[in-house]
C-alpha cells in the first residue's frame, strides 16, 4: 500500500526565513493531497488540498508543489512568522490505500525571533 | 455548517479501567466518520472508518471498539484500558468515500491519559 516518508521532523527558521518541507510518496496512482497545520494541543486545520492535476497551488503565505514525476509534495512557507509555529503533516489519498488518507509523521515548525 | 463536537476533552484513567469517547456532527446528513489516534508527538493512525448507521470498519487493532448508534454520532470505547491507549483521539468526517471530497474535517480531540 502507499507509504509517506516526510522530512524533516523538525525544523526551526528565523522569523521572515522560508521553511521547507517535503513528503515523497510511493503509489503513481495518488490522486488527492492534502497538507494540516496542528498548533499545540489542538486539532488539525486543513490547510489546502491539491490535485493531480495541478503543480503549482498558492495558498496565504505557503505555497504547495505536486511533482508526479517525483513522488513528491512539497510546503513552502514563505516569510514564516511565531503563528506559523506548528506541526504540520502531509497526506496522501490513493487507490492502493483504499482510499483511505495516509499521513506522513509531521514536521514540527518553531519559527523564532 | 457543519460542526463537529467531541467529548469528552480530556480523560484521566487507570489501566483496567472502561473508556468511552464520543463524537457528533451537526450539519451534514449521512457523513463518513473516522477514529484517528495519535500517540504524543506523533503521526495519526486511523482506527475505524463508517460509511453508515450501523456499520464499522476497523482499521488497526488496538483493543478499542467503534459503533455507530445514530447517523451524526460515532463513539471510541474500550472495556480495559492499557497503557498504550494513551494519546490524542481525533474524529472526522468527510463528505465522500474515495471521491474527489474525500477530505477530512477534524474535530479539537480528546487528551487520554491512561496511568
Known amino acids: 500500500g502507499e507509504q509517506v516518508e516526510q522530512r524533516p521532523p523538525h525544523l526551526s527558521v528565523r522569523e521572515g526565513d522560508s521553511a521547507f518541507i517535503t513528503c515523497t510518496y510511493t503509489d503513481p496512482n495518488s490522486y488527492y493531497f492534502f497538507w494540516y497545520k496542528q498548533e499545540p494541543g489542538a486539532s488539525l486545520q486543513l490547510l489546502m488540498k491539491v490535485f493531480s492535476s495541478t503543480e503549482i497551488n498558492e495558498g496565504q503565505g505557503f505555497t504547495v508543489l505536486l511533482n508526479k514525476k517525483d513522488k513528491r509534495l512539497s510546503l513552502n512557507l514563505t516569510a514564516a512568522h511565531p503563528g506559523d509555529s506548528a506541526a504540520y503533516f502531509c497526506?496522501?489519498?490513493?487507490?492502493?490505500?483504499?482510499?483511505?488518507?495516509?499521513f506522513g509523521q509531521g514536521t514540527i515548525l518553531k519559527v523564532y525571533l | 455548517a457543519q460542526t463537529i463536537h467531541q467529548w469528552p476533552v480530556a480523560e484521566i484513567k487507570a489501566v483496567g479501567s472502561p473508556l468511552s469517547l464520543g463524537c457528533t456532527i451537526k450539519g451534514k446528513s449521512s457523513p463518513n466518520l473516522y477514529w484517528y489516534w495519535q500517540a504524543t508527538g506523533g503521526t495519526l493512525q486511523q482506527l475505524f472508518y463508517?460509511?453508515?448507521?450501523?456499520?464499522v470498519e476497523s482499521v488497526v487493532q488496538l483493543n478499542l471498539s467503534a459503533s455507530r448508534p445514530k447517523d451524526d454520532q460515532f463513539i471510541l470505547s474500550t472495556e480495559k484500558l492499557l497503557l498504550s491507549h494513551s494519546g490524542f483521539y481525533l474524529c472526522?468526517?468527510?463528505?465522500?468515500?474515495?471521491?474527489?471530497?474525500?477530505?477530512?474535517?477534524f474535530g479539537a480531540g480528546t487528551r487520554l491519559s491512561v496511568l
Open positions: 472526522a468526517w468527510s463528505l465522500d468515500w474515495g471521491g474527489v471530497q474525500n477530505t477530512l474535517y
Open positions: 497526506a496522501v489519498s490513493s487507490t492502493s490505500s483504499g482510499q483511505k488518507l495516509v
Open positions: 463508517s460509511i453508515t448507521v450501523g456499520q
